[in-house]
């Protein structure tokens, strides 16, 4: 199994352009989720899904979009980008098992707006 | 608010001296409590997740426990290894909406 896998590693924009954040796992898991992390703050949820068709809003999710047409897949949109979107975006996806949710993370992809 | 605040910031250790690290928590609906390592660079890697006061969770030289406001992760004889950032998280929910609160974490690094 890969896992969860995020593509572009990292990307440059700049201000106005929209670009959209890949992200795939391979677990047949439910849940999937976005969040970005910002120095000296907690990561932040952006957006989640319960499942395909189904999301909902965090809790920074201007400028953002998702869409869950599928299991595996989950991508965020960003429609016009800005320099306060400069962060490292994580995203996650989760099981529930018989020993507790268990959350696995993507390596990241690290955005620098100009 | 929903709240989770972890303490220290930073912390260095020698070789093998054990140390906690906290995580308190004010939230409604609390599903349940994690704990993540995460390396310069990379994603979040899971560790133990709790779910009632009084719980413990063990993995080689960590070990998690979990009260109705706090959360512990020990560290016994730690090694260099073990250097890392320690993130808390708590899961909530409320009226439908799903909640995942991450405290900024604790940077840990052990010396030789």
């Known amino acids: 199994n890969a896992g969860v896998t995020q593509t572009p590693k990292f990307q440059v924009l700049k201000t106005g352009q929209s670009m959209t954040l890949q992200c795939a796992q391979d677990m047949n898991h439910e849940y999937m989720s976005w969040y970005r992390q910002d120095p000296g703050m907690g990561l932040r949820l952006i957006h989640y899904s319960v499942g395909a068709g189904i999301t909902d809003q965090g809790e920074v999710p201007n400028g953002y979009n998702v869409s869950r047409s599928t299991t595996e897949d989950f991508p965020l949109r960003l429609l016009s980008a800005a320099p306060s979107q400069t962060s490292v975006y994580f995203c996650?996806?989760?099981?529930?098992?018989?020993?507790?949710?268990?959350?696995?993370f993507g390596p990241g992809t690290r955005l620098l707006v100009l | 608010e929903d709240q989770v605040t972890q303490s220290p910031e930073a912390l260095r250790l020698q070789e093998g001296e054990s140390s906690s690290l906290n995580c308190s928590y004010t939230v409604s609906g609390l599903r349940g409590l994690f704990w993540y390592r995460q390396d310069p660079g990379k994603g979040p890697e899971f560790l133990f997740t709790l779910y009632s006061a009084g719980e413990e969770k063990e993995k080689e030289r960590l070990k998690a426990t979990l009260t109705k406001k706090e959360s512990f992760l020990h560290i016994t004889a730690p090694k260099p290894e073990d250097s890392a950032t320690y993130l808390c998280a708590v899961h909530a929910t409320s009226s439908g909406t799903y909640k995942y609160i991450f405290g900024t974490g604790t940077r840990l690094k052990v010396l030789a």
């Open positions: 996650a996806s989760s099981q529930l098992s018989g020993s507790g949710e268990t959350q696995y």
